[in-house]
């Protein structure tokens, strides 16, 4: 099963994420958008565990100026 477990969430953040009019807030929408995506599909069974908390560690390094050791 591909994703859908979030109703594809991600794909609305991505697509209205122009609409931010700000280089840097577009860019992090998108990035967010990417996460929701991996969350979705690893809620779905398509991506493990350990694959998801890898998007989770580089989401907080570039966005929140840390990751947390697992």
Known sequence: MS???MNYAYINVEEYA???EDREL???????????HDC??????DYDREYYLK??????KKW???SEKR
């Open 18 to 20: 122009y609409m931010l």
């Open 26 to 36: 577009i860019e992090f929408a998108k990035d967010f958008a990417q996460l929701l």
């Open 64 to 66: 929140l100026m840390f």
């Open 3 to 5: 994703g859908g477990s």
């Open 55 to 60: 998007s989770v560690d580089a989401f907080k």
């Open 40 to 45: 979705e599909w690893y809620q779905s069974g």
